[in-house]
C-alpha cells in the first residue's frame, strides 16, 4: 500500500505553545489529506478535511483558530495546534487519499501537553 | 447524525477458528465500506474495502455487505495470536470522509 508519513510521532510541551505536525504522503499525489484525533480507547474522529490549494473543512465542535490546518502542497498538509492546553492532549492522526478512493493513515503523532 | 456501530468487545476465539466481526451503519446513501486493524498506540492500517453486495475474500480475510440490511461484516479464517487487535469498520460517507465505528478489541488465545 501507500506510504503516509508524520512527523513529529510524539512530543511533549508546555501548556500555551504551540506544535506542528506533519503529515506527507511519499509515494503519490493527494489532493485530500484528512486528520483525526485519538483519545485513549475510543474511535478515530475526524477533525478536519484538507484540501491542497483550499481552506479546510473543519468538523462540528472543532475550532478552526485553535487547529490550524495548511495543505500547501499535493504530498503535505500541517496541522497546528494553537496554545496548546493539557486537554489537547491525544493521539493525532492523517490519512492520505488516493485516486481510488483508498485512504492510508499516517503513523500517528502523540501530543502531550503538560 | 450518521453512525457506525460495533460490539467493542472483547471477542475471544481460540487459534484457528473463525473470527467473526460485525458492523452496522446508518447512511443507506453509504457505497464504500472499509476494515481497518489497529494495534495499540499505533495508528490504523487498511484490511479490507468492499462496495458491492455479497462477499469479498483476501487470504484468510473475508468481508462481507448487505446494504439493505445496512450490515457489513469481517470475518477472519484460521485466527492467529497476532491478529489479536482492535478492528475498525470506516463507512465513507458524503465527500470521501469517513465514519469510524469504535472497534472491536479481538482476543486470540494460544
Given at each position: 500500500g501507500a506510504v503516509v508519513s508524520q512527523h513529529p510521532s510524539w512530543v511533549i510541551c508546555k501548556s500555551g505553545t504551540s506544535v506542528k505536525i506533519e503529515c506527507r504522503s511519499l509515494d503519490f499525489q493527494a489532493t485530500t489529506m484528512f486528520w483525526y484525533r485519538q483519545f485513549p480507547k475510543q474511535s478515530l474522529m475526524l477533525m478536519a478535511t484538507s484540501n491542497e490549494g483550499s481552506k479546510a473543512t473543519y468538523e462540528q465542535g472543532v475550532e478552526k483558530d485553535k487547529f490550524l490546518i495548511n495543505?500547501?502542497?499535493?504530498?503535505l498538509s500541517t496541522l497546528t495546534v494553537t496554545s496548546a492546553h493539557p486537554e489537547d492532549s491525544s493521539f493525532y492522526i492523517c490519512s492520505a487519499r488516493q485516486e481510488n478512493g483508498e485512504q492510508f493513515f499516517g503513523p500517528g503523532t502523540r501530543l502531550t501537553v503538560l | 447524525q450518521k453512525e457506525v456501530e460495533q460490539n467493542s468487545g472483547p471477542l475471544s476465539v481460540p487459534e484457528g477458528a473463525i473470527a467473526s466481526l460485525n458492523c452496522t451503519y446508518?447512511?443507506?446513501?453509504?457505497q464504500s465500506f472499509f476494515w481497518y486493524r489497529q494495534y495499540s498506540g499505533k495508528s490504523p492500517e487498511l484490511i479490507m474495502f468492499i462496495y458491492s453486495n455479497g462477499d469479498k475474500e483476501d487470504g484468510r480475510f473475508t468481508a462481507q455487505l448487505n446494504k439493505a440490511s445496512q450490515y457489513v461484516s469481517l470475518l477472519i479464517r484460521d485466527?492467529?495470536?497476532?491478529?489479536?487487535a482492535t478492528y475498525l469498520c470506516a463507512v465513507e460517507s458524503g465527500t470521501y470522509k469517513y465514519i469510524f465505528g469504535t472497534g472491536t478489541r479481538l482476543k486470540v488465545l494460544a
Open positions: 495543505h500547501a502542497s499535493l504530498t | 446508518s447512511d443507506r446513501g453509504s485466527s492467529q495470536p497476532s491478529d489479536s
